[in-house]
T-cell receptor, first 111, second 113 residues
Framework: GQQVMQIPQYQHVQEGEDFTTYCNSS?????IQWYKQRPGGHPVFLIQ?????EVKKQKRLTFQFGEAKKNSSLHITATQTTDVGTYFC???????????FGQGTELSVKP | DAGVIQSPRHEVTEMGQEVTLRCKPI?????LFWYRQTMMRGLELLIY????????DSGMPEDRFSAKMPNASFSTLKIQPSEPRDSAVYFC???????????FGSGTRLTVV
């Protein structure tokens, strides 16, 4: 079945350093969404990418969708302690409304 | 809107007991999803509904699990009988449609002893 792989599993950075997480799918995706889950919390929707090669920015966060619509990345510039949490990508299949979530990247930021 | 509401927030039960988790989606959302989260397996889709109709239940682990959505404002996930390996956080999420983000509830942390 469809799989969405995400790397790295963990990332520890010093405050102010950049952070990137990568997402790869075994099949072409209809769209990709990104979520953030704070420790002890629930996933919160950040953004959706739909078009091939699409790039979107939210303040210090930059999201990209690959040309083949099989991969995506989230880059955070100059991390802050408030960025701590697990970042999930979730790929939409082309057959219905469901999303397949990656395993997530847990980000810790050392002040 | 109060968001997606799940109850209970925590549930501790003994092996063999029946457990019922509840979810109230956001009004107007046509899709409702049940996910299970564990350290080992991450976020797993169990089942989802569109307009109260189950569309895909291929993620339901086994016959011990069942889910219903009797109306647009309520869904239940039932485990009978429960087993220790069912211990996890169960999330309900809802959305307008395939091109919209999901809104997750706060989850139910289930512990089966």
């Amino acid at each position: 079945g469809q799989q969405v792989m995400q790397i790295p599993q963990y990332q520890h950075v010093q405050e102010g350093e950049d952070f990137t997480t990568y997402c790869n799918s075994s099949t072409t995706l209809s769209n990709i969404q990104w979520y953030k889950q704070r420790p002890g919390g629930h996933p919160v929707f950040l953004i959706q990418l739909v078009k091939s090669g699409e790039v979107k920015k939210q303040k210090r966060l930059t999201f990209q969708f690959g040309e083949a619509k099989k991969n995506s990345s989230l880059h955070i510039t100059a991390t802050q302690t408030t960025d701590v949490g697990t970042y999930f990508c979730a790929g939409g299949d082309n057959q219905g409304g469901k999303l397949i979530f990656g395993q997530g990247t847990e980000l810790s930021v050392k002040p | 809107d109060a968001g997606v509401i799940q109850s209970p927030r925590h549930e501790v039960t003994e092996m063999g007991q029946e457990v019922t988790l509840r979810c109230k989606p956001i009004s107007g959302h046509d899709y409702l999803f049940w996910y299970r989260q564990t350290m080992m397996r991450g976020l797993e889709l169990l089942i989802y509904f569109n307009n109260n109709v189950p569309i895909d239940d291929s993620g339901m682990p086994e016959d011990r699990f069942s889910a219903k959505m009797p109306n647009a404002s309520f869904s239940t996930l039932k485990i009978q009988p429960s087993e220790p390996r069912d211990s996890a956080v169960y999330f309900c999420a809802s959305t307008f449609g395939v091109n919209y983000g999901y809104t997750f509830g706060s989850g139910t942390r289930l512990t089966v002893v």
